[in-house]
């Protein structure tokens, strides 16, 4: 006859594992795919409601678009895709908007902002020009100009 504590203990051995804020659970192939689908759809939803302009009121709403931006941020790899020795090819629109955050959002003027960038990406000035020329615009427009708290 079990006891109550060995009932709670089996219970506790067969149920999902949580790990820091994760969950560790079996799913089949069929299960695991409707997850995905739901989590993809509500991510769209938001992405929906971003690009419509959509206020988010709730602060659950905004905790869930700040986690998914951090999530994505460290999913960036701390090294070059490349081999060792083999050139980086960098992203032209990524580049733009590390150019936008130079000028508007650390207020560098653009010339400083390319020869930054040239430093950093191993390449002249004009390199970093002609790559971005296409991007900028967009970019440009997608980070906000530092406003002057002095004044």
Known sequence: MATKKTTEKKAASTAP?????????????????????????FIDSIADRVEKGEPFK??????????????WAKRIPD??????????????????????????????????????????YDVSPEAIREAIAKFEEPAMRLVPKKTDASH
């Open 79 to 120: 090294a070059p895709p490349n081999s060792p020795g083999a050139a980086a090819k960098l992203d032209p629109g990524n580049v733009a908007i590390h150019f936008a955050c130079l000028v508007n959002g650390q207020g560098r003027s653009k010339s400083a902002a390319a020869g930054e960038l040239a430093r950093i």
């Open 17 to 41: 594992k949580a790990d820091k804020g994760r969950v560790e659970s079996p799913a089949s192939a069929d299960r695991h795919s409707l997850i995905v689908k739901a989590q993809r759809d």
């Open 58 to 71: 709730r602060a659950a709403e905004r905790k869930v678009i700040a986690g998914i931006l951090r999530a």
